[in-house]
């Protein structure tokens, strides 16, 4: 083993040894679990064994040797730590014994380094290049780490044939970075000696940086490069640190001494500031030559995205986004789910790959762990990811996202944002090619991501604003008919009139024949048809009735204000109702006396207001009996009316399922409704009723609800002077 104290290569190895340590101090800190720690060991040692290569070559002999045998003592520590960290690395359970088994021959070593060093150290002597360190017979140490390294090896190669996805990733990092770092070390630091060549055994410390960054990369990272970009990437710091921070180590040494450190310390610091810059731009270079592929989907994604916003028709948008995605990216499927604010959950809307989807696909609710978690960082999450963190940190939230995560069988979820309101939630597969989403896609995805939650929301107020125009449209033909309805309801009063008077002739005469006398037969043929035409005639009036009401209801009441009967107006309420709703499906409980005093108000208005609400309610327990499928559920509706001070209070309260607290603030919004069933509301009602009662009335309109329990509107007039 050699060293000559001008030599370049003291600079560099102590700079090696540096770098080792805080290496060691970063993986420590980063995580406190097994395999970090060992690994931290692992560099420790790696360190130690390097300072000790410099130490022996610039001090004298007497210190020479001691620093020698601390070189053979950290220099066992290597493999066994690897071993160490390999068996932890591939989750076996590690016992006493297995510990006391790998670190038991480096105990032996210190044993026989104290009480017989000849057998690894026979003398030291100098040649023209250094001090060279003669090793005793037989190289008992060499086989030492020939033995672990092939174990270890073996180890983590089976391991590699026996899993996927991320697991095999890292293997893989592992696999070559112990390859590389085994030939080289081998020919370096076995092979040379065993031929009787120390010159090159300085080489040792170099070969183990390979091994040591792949590593710590792979450790420390989730998110895993391509490993011949790892490589690379290795291959460029080796070569740009051990120049630029080598340098002012030997600049002071030829100068100044080895005691002297003040020009080679700030001349470090310059080097240093400008090593980072020129390690990142040769790493730029490489990245751009071995990450071309994925650059160029990349630049697609990132120019579909900027084209969505002109797509209005919202299905045709989100099979777009997964079409681009799943063909550009060439990942095995992708979804969108889109936040449904009346049902509080993300839903399915559009996907592509996936061949059958289940129930846990179809929808999560918005107050899941998943979401929460997306909300609280907004990030993308990569599922080995956060399936590690579960592990690492034994997190039940992290263990519970994991779980959705899995159940929706997806590799990636992106959070699909507009401000702080989360509109979509991107799930997406793995990549056909089994490489991992990197940092760069993550980036790319969230671009993505949040380009489509601004065409989204276009699409979305595009669709608001179509289906508004066909209410209003709608409205406004419902109000036609209503002008209508005098002319209409005159025709088909006649038409009904006709109908009775045909009804009554036919009876009269029938009447007349049975009287005169007819057979048994005939007299039970013409019993019949008498019976017939009397519910003809029953009908005929009920007709009658019908028109009536529809026609007092689209009447605009010209006799304007007066004072109105409660209960009168309760059941015109109802008779209109019923043209609508099934009546027969609730109750309908009346909790006021006759002796309920007459509000002033306008009679049509009016009607219409308790129309609404009576409406309302009815859907609200059609929901609730849909959704919580309660066998003895029966809809309720009760109306009390009470005085306060000089206006009536009449309170409408139903066992429905009442409002959302996120929606209430919303309900007297024109056009907003949350009405689930096919006969989807307008909008309107609520709104119109507030309109009604406080512009027109000058009374008020007071709302109360809770979601799974029901409603009560309650409903303030002027009681009428009389």
């Given amino acids: 083993m050699f060293f000559n104290n001008g030599n370049l290569l003291f600079g560099s190895l102590f700079v090696h040894a540096i770098f080792y340590y805080l290496l060691a101090g970063l993986v420590f800190f980063k995580s406190k679990n097994k395999e970090k720690l060992v690994f931290s060991l692992y560099c420790m040692f790696v360190g130690l064994w390097t300072v000790s290569i410099v130490f022996f070559g610039i001090f004298n002999i007497e210190q020479a040797i001691i620093w020698n045998k601390l070189f053979i003592a950290s220099s066992g520590f290597i493999p066994a730590t690897l071993l160490h960290f390999v068996y932890l690395f591939n989750k076996e359970k590690v016992y006493t014994y297995t510990i006391i088994g790998i670190y038991l021959p480096v105990l032996i070593i ?37 033995t672990y390294a092939s174990f270890t090896f073996l180890k983590i190669f089976l391991r590699y044939l026996s899993v996927e996805g991320v697991d095999r990733h890292r293997c893989k990092y592992l696999l070559s970075a112990m390859v590389s770092t085994a030939l080289l070390g081998a020919y370096f630091n076995l092979f040379l000696i065993l031929i009787g060549n120390y010159k090159y055994i300085w080489v040792g410390p170099y070969c183990s940086f390979i091994m040591v960054f792949v590593i710590a990369y792979t450790i420390v990272k989730y998110r895993l490069m391509d490993i011949k970009l790892a490589i690379t990437k290795a291959g460029i710091f ?29 001349l470090m610091a310059v080097f240093a500031t400008v090593g980072p ?65 009346a049902s509080n959950q993300f839903i399915l809307k559009a996907s592509k790959g996936i061949k059958k989807i289940n129930d846990k696909q179809s929808a999560f ?30 997190d039940e939230n992290l263990k519970e996202v994991e779980k959705i995560i899995a159940s929706l069988k997806t590799e990636l979820i992106i959070p699909s944002y507009i401000e702080d309101k989360m509109l979509a939630v991107i799930a997406l597969g793995k990549k056909r090619s089994g490489k991992l989403y990197t940092q760069e896609d993550l980036v790319v995805f969230s671009i993505l991501a949040n380009q489509s939650a601004l065409a989204i929301e276009n699409a979305q107020f595009y669709e608001t604003t179509k289906k508004t125009h066909e209410q209003l449209f709608k409205a406004e033909k419902m109000a036609t008919i209503g002008t209508m309805a005098d002319g209409l309801s005159h025709q088909i009063n006649n038409r009904l009139h006709a109908m009775g008077f045909i009804a009554g002739d036919i009876l009269d005469t029938i009447k007349i024949t049975r009287k005169n006398g007819v057979s048994k037969k005939t007299d039970k043929v013409l019993k ?32 304007g204000f007066e004072a109105v009967d409660i209960d009168k107006l309760i059941s015109a309420a109802v008779e209109m109702a019923q043209f609508k709703i099934k009546i027969s499906d609730i109750d309908i409980h009346r909790n006021y006396n006759g002796n309920t005093p007459k509000v002033r108000g306008n009679f049509t208005q009016l009607q219409e207001v308790f129309f609404n609400i009576i409406d309302n309610s009815y859907d609200a327990m059609i929901q609730r009996k849909e959704e919580r499928k309660e066998g003895s559920y029966r809809g309720v509706i009760d109306i009390n009316a009470v005085i306060n001070g000089t206006t009536l209070e009449i309170a409408l309260s139903d066992n429905g399922m009442g409002v959302r607290d996120a929606d209430k603030s919303k309900l007297f919004t024109p056009f907003f409704t949350t009405k689930l069933s096919s006969r989807k509301g307008t909008g309107l009602g609520l709104y119109v009723i507030r309109q009604i009662i406080e512009e027109n009335h000058k009374g008020k309109v007071i709302f109360i609800s809770e979601y799974g329990v029901g409603t009560q509107t309650r409903i303030l007039l002027p009681i009428a002077k009389m």
Wanted: aromatic share 14%; glycine share 8%; net charge positive.
């Fill in 110 to 146: 210190i044993v026989q380094l104290i009480y017989f060093p000849q057998q690894y150290i026979k003398k030291i002597i100098f040649q023209t290049w250094g001090k060279e360190s003669i090793f005793g017979d037989y190289y008992l140490f060499g086989w030492y780490s020939v």
């Fill in 238 to 266: 080796i070569v740009v640190y051990t120049l630029v921070l080598g340098i002012p180590f030997f600049a002071g040494l030829q100068i100044l001494g080895v005691g002297f450190w003040l020009l080679p310390t700030t």
């Fill in 277 to 341: 810059f020129v390690y990142l731009h040769f790493q730029r270079k490489v990245e751009e030559k071995l990450l071309a592929n994925q650059h160029q989907y990349q630049f697609t994604l990132r120019r579909a995205s900027l084209g969505m916003g002109r797509i209005k028709d919202l299905k045709k948008l989100l099979m777009l986004i997964v079409h681009v995605v799943t063909r550009t990216v060439r990942i095995e499927h992708c979804s969108i789910y889109l936040f449904h604010e």
């Fill in 365 to 394: 609710s918005a107050d899941s762990s998943l979401i929460k978690y997306l909300k609280k960082f907004k990030e993308p999450l990569v599922h080995e990811e956060i399936k590690e963190r579960s592990k690492d940190y034994n």
């Fill in 528 to 559: 019949e048809i008498a019976e017939g035409l009397h519910r003809i005639e029953d009908n005929v009036l009920r007709g009658g009735e019908i028109v009536e009401g529809l026609l007092k209801y689209t009447r605009k009441g010209t006799k």
